[in-house]
């Protein structure tokens, strides 16, 4: 397994895969003990397994409530958001064929971004709060699709542009929104809630939200194929006879459905979607086959570390937002110094 500068290491996938499978089950168990309330790992199993086997009850019922009403919910929370995230991203990123690209690249984050701030404003519900925002979220993606579509030039270069207009129009309406909010009562919840936290993650959430995004997770995953031959060129696609226009609208759907339910579950959450993508490709070279699968996991893996320190490390939370850029910015400026000869 010799790297290569410019395709990765050329890791084998399906070993790769079943590594950051298991990878993933100790860091889940590790997040599920960790906490004010330590759990031991066996007893983390045993509970868990409780709910769908007969187990003699030797805990608490104050760990069971514990283990099932927060940790377990907000743990599935991470693992889709990061998930979703990362291959929204890389989806996004091979579309585009540009790796600079986010998942929030519509508009999306923007959109979510004010719908809350209004929800929090005017309604405080946090149910109502999640709801503003997704709905937000796909109406700034409308906005910037419809405005994509006035000009007749190349279509993704105009989506992008108009995405950066959609979510300059929303951030400015945002902005206006915290100057008028009580400094007192409203104000800290907007911010927090854009910096991103998994704090109010749960069942109910996962409910609404866990099967939407884990749809457009499988759908993007069955379809990563058809990626690469957009990445080669509208014409050339065209040429190979793929329908570039319904793949394309099918690919944006879905990475924006994901990220907009991520959204309106943990605020917002930069750097995930445009570092993970990065690192797979490292490890497993562009080919969005193998790569998407890939950073699935390890979009994963890397959030349920992120939210475990962020709610451990010391005694009041640390919005993941936080935490995300202080270890975003440093790898993904190490990406582009190891990079530089080019993606």
């Given at each position: 397994m010799q790297?290569?500068?410019?395709?990765?290491?050329?890791?084998?996938?399906?070993?790769l895969q079943v590594f950051l499978v298991l990878l993933l089950a100790c860091v889940s168990v590790a997040a599920l003990m960790t906490g004010q309330l330590r759990i031991h790992p066996y007893e983390v199993v045993k509970i868990i397994l409780s709910g769908i086997f007969h187990i003699e009850k030797t805990w608490s019922p104050t760990l069971e409530s514990v283990l099932f009403d927060v940790r377990l919910p907000r743990l599935i929370a991470g693992i889709l958001v990061g998930a979703g995230l990362s291959v929204s991203g890389a989806s996004f990123q091979g579309l585009f064929r540009n790796p600079l690209v986010?998942?929030?690249?519509?508009?999306?984050?923007?959109?979510?971004?004010l719908g809350a701030a209004l929800a929090?404003?005017?309604?405080?519900?946090i149910y109502i709060v999640q709801l503003f925002s997704f709905l937000f979220?796909?109406?700034?993606?409308?906005?910037?699709?419809?405005l994509s579509r006035v000009y007749r030039t190349t279509p993704v270069l105009m989506l992008v542009l108009s995405g950066m207009i959609v979510g300059a129009l929303f951030s400015a309406g945002t902005s206006l929104l915290k100057y008028i909010a009580d400094p007192v009562n409203q104000m800290p919840s907007i911010v927090f809630w854009m910096l991103g936290s998994l704090n109010n993650a749960s069942n109910k959430d996962l409910i609404i939200a866990g099967p939407v995004m884990l749809g457009g997770i499988v759908v993007l995953l069955l379809i990563r194929w058809r990626i690469n031959l957009l990445a080669m060129g509208e014409e050339e696609a065209r040429s190979l006879g793929v329908e570039t226009g319904r793949i394309r609208a099918v690919i944006i759907f879905c990475a924006t459905v994901i990220s907009a339910s991520a959204v309106s579950i943990s605020g917002i959450i930069g750097w995930i979607g445009l570092v993970i993508?990065?690192?797979?490709?490292?490890?497993?070279?562009?080919?969005?086959?193998?790569?998407?699968?890939?950073?699935?996991?390890?979009?994963?893996?890397?959030?349920v570390?992120?939210?475990?320190?962020?709610?451990?490390?010391?005694?009041?939370?640390?919005?993941?937002?936080?935490?995300?850029?202080?270890?975003?910015?440093?790898?993904?400026a190490y990406l582009l110094r190891k990079n530089r000869s080019g993606w």
């Amino acid at each position: 397994m010799q790297p290569d500068k410019k395709t990765g290491l050329h890791f084998n996938t399906f070993k790769l895969q079943v590594f950051l499978v298991l990878l993933l089950a100790c860091v889940s168990v590790a997040a599920l003990m960790t906490g004010q309330l330590r759990i031991h790992p066996y007893e983390v199993v045993k509970i868990i397994l409780s709910g769908i086997f007969h187990i003699e009850k030797t805990w608490s019922p104050t760990l069971e409530s514990v283990l099932f009403d927060v940790r377990l919910p907000r743990l599935i929370a991470g693992i889709l958001v990061g998930a979703g995230l990362s291959v929204s991203g890389a989806s996004f990123q091979g579309l585009f064929r540009n790796p600079l690209v986010s998942p929030h690249i519509l508009g999306v984050s923007a959109g979510a971004g004010l719908g809350a701030a209004l929800a929090i404003l005017f309604f405080s519900k946090i149910y109502i709060v999640q709801l503003f925002s997704f709905l937000f979220g796909l109406l700034a993606v409308l906005m910037t699709y419809s405005l994509s579509r006035v000009y007749r030039t190349t279509p993704v270069l105009m989506l992008v542009l108009s995405g950066m207009i959609v979510g300059a129009l929303f951030s400015a309406g945002t902005s206006l929104l915290k100057y008028i909010a009580d400094p007192v009562n409203q104000m800290p919840s907007i911010v927090f809630w854009m910096l991103g936290s998994l704090n109010n993650a749960s069942n109910k959430d996962l409910i609404i939200a866990g099967p939407v995004m884990l749809g457009g997770i499988v759908v993007l995953l069955l379809i990563r194929w058809r990626i690469n031959l957009l990445a080669m060129g509208e014409e050339e696609a065209r040429s190979l006879g793929v329908e570039t226009g319904r793949i394309r609208a099918v690919i944006i759907f879905c990475a924006t459905v994901i990220s907009a339910s991520a959204v309106s579950i943990s605020g917002i959450i930069g750097w995930i979607g445009l570092v993970i993508p990065h690192i797979g490709r490292i490890l497993v070279g562009p080919d969005n086959k193998k790569l998407l699968p890939v950073v699935t996991l390890i979009g994963a893996i890397y959030l349920v570390i992120v939210d475990t320190i962020a709610r451990t490390a010391i005694e009041s939370e640390i919005p993941i937002g936080v935490l995300t850029a202080i270890a975003g910015a440093p790898i993904f400026a190490y990406l582009l110094r190891k990079n530089r000869s080019g993606w």
